[in-house]
């Protein structure tokens, strides 16, 4: 009886460990070396030739602002962001083939990110390109913030615009 008492409690104190493990790991999710190949290929390609520098990066926990509908990326609750400065930023954010396409690189090599902000550092504007139906990447629409919409949870293919 004492020999079954003490595989229970080993089994028990086994499966609490997992558990906080597990929880643990998906808290703490540190990018894969995939994932950080990207975030830096990423950050060379904007500034390659180009008269704009990356200044600031961010990674942002975005589940509580969208709805959890069916097109929200489940597994995904990520967004990351690029501020950018200097001369070409805007010509820059007006490129919208190579943002998707930087965007795309991230998200198919980086599996907790849906959403990639690309804006101009210490200003509102801000374009967003994130996993959308058929795992296609594109610009998500904006929402002024001023629309009663803007005040509760977006749903999944929105952002708020200033």
Not at 15 to 23: A, C, K, Q, Y
Not at 30 to 54: D, F, G, H, M, Y
């Amino acid at each position: 009886m004492r020999l079954n008492q003490i595989i229970a409690t080993g089994l028990i104190f086994t499966n609490i460990m997992l558990l906080f493990s597990s929880s643990a790991q998906a808290q703490n999710r540190k990018p894969s070396v995939e994932c950080n190949t990207a975030l830096q290929r990423a950050k060379k390609q904007i500034q390659k030739n180009r008269k704009v520098k990356v200044v600031y990066t961010s990674q942002e926990n975005i589940s509580q602002h969208y709805k959890h509908d069916k097109n929200y990326p489940k597994n995904r609750p990520f967004s990351y962001g690029f501020g950018l400065r200097g001369p070409a930023t805007q010509s820059v954010l007006n490129s919208d083939k190579f943002l998707t396409r930087i965007a795309k690189d991230i998200i198919d090599n980086c599996s907790s990110i849906s959403i990639v902000d690309f804006g101009e550092y210490q200003t509102d504007h801000v374009e967003s390109y994130g996993l959308l139906e058929n795992n296609d990447v594109g610009r998500f629409k904006c929402i002024l913030e001023s629309d009663p919409r803007a005040r509760k949870k977006l749903d999944w293919g929105y952002v708020v615009c200033i």
